[in-house]
């Protein structure tokens, strides 16, 4: 009777290496969420689909820009449609849009596909991750809020007769330029991100974000028609009008159709009213995030 061989094999070590390169630490993973949050916001290297949206609303932004500064060049200073106080209200409609369709982009798929435990394992914490997020939307607001008043102000200086006196009338503009787009991007983003982070799908954050600003439109025109009492209330309940109420406290001149020209309030509640906003945005924020197991 044959007796079956004698059973062989070989052991082979798989196990694997241990990482000896450069450990590029917590600042370097902070600016790697940034790059990636801001390129998921324009859709770059993704598909044409979601490329639409975003830089859409940014050609949109521009266009208004464009038409004044065509317009200074042919008929000079007689016809001004825009100014640097009045240009991000009347765009005003555009950022709400903006921010609904992209804001979900930057958080509600990581909590839904439960990655979050992946990001908070190291280096990074909750508040660096919360950080990265505004960061990034933030960037991507001022491609809105700034890009398209900056361009204005370019298009003022070059199209003038004199170039360098144009510049010298127009330079003090700039602090109040870049202080005002600052100032939307980030209360923006961060109420887009506070009422992300408590929606469990990217629709119920994009119809919330919306809704928060198409109800306080209505709301504060139907104050200021009743008048009195209410219309001194009617920028409050309009997060947009709270942000031009604050421009004009921090930068001066006022908004013919803003709410804030028909209130007669102190505007120095305009700023307590944003610091408000983004406080209370910041805390959900933080308690949401710190909820989360590593």
């Known amino acids: ?11 082979y070590d798989i196990g694997y290496r241990r990482y000896e390169g450069e450990r590029l630490g917590r600042r370097t993973a902070i600016g790697a969420i940034v790059g990636a949050s801001v390129r998921a916001v324009f859709g770059l290297g993704r598909s044409v689909r979601s490329k639409w949206l975003p830089w859409g609303a940014v050609i949109l932004a521009i266009i208004p820009a464009g038409v004044a500064v065509a317009i200074k060049v042919l008929a000079g200073d007689i016809v001004e449609l825009y100014s640097y106080e009045n240009y991000l209200w009347e765009i005003g409609g555009l950022l709400p849009i903006f921010v609904a369709a992209q804001a979900p982009e930057l958080v509600v798929g990581d909590m839904r596909h439960r990655v979050l435990p992946l990001y908070f394992s190291r280096p990074i914490s909750r508040l660096d991750y919360v950080a990265a997020k505004l960061t990034a939307l933030t960037l991507s607001l001022l491609v809105l809020t700034l890009l398209p008043v900056l361009l204005l102000f370019l298009g003022r200086v070059l199209a003038a007769d004199d170039v360098v006196a144009a510049l010298g009338d127009e330079i003090g503009a700039l602090p109040g330029i870049i202080g005002n787009g600052l100032l939307h991007a980030i209360v923006l983003a961060s109420i887009g991100l506070a009422i992300c982070a408590v929606a469990g799908r990217r629709a119920y954050a994009a119809g919330a974000i919306l809704a928060v600003f198409l109800i306080g439109s209505v709301a504060s025109g139907a104050f200021q028609e009743l008048g009195g009492a209410l219309a001194n209330l009617a920028p409050f309940v309009y997060p947009l009008a709270i942000l031009d109420g604050a421009r004009e406290w921090l930068f001066g001149t006022s908004v013919a159709g803003s709410p804030v020209a028909g209130a007669d309030v102190p505007l120095a509640l305009y700023g307590l009213a944003t610091a408000a906003i983004v406080a209370v945005c910041w ?5 949401r995030y710190r909820s989360i197991p590593t």
């Open 1 to 11: 009777m044959r007796t079956s061989p004698e059973p062989t094999g070989t052991i």
């Open 283 to 287: 805390l959900v924020l933080f308690l």
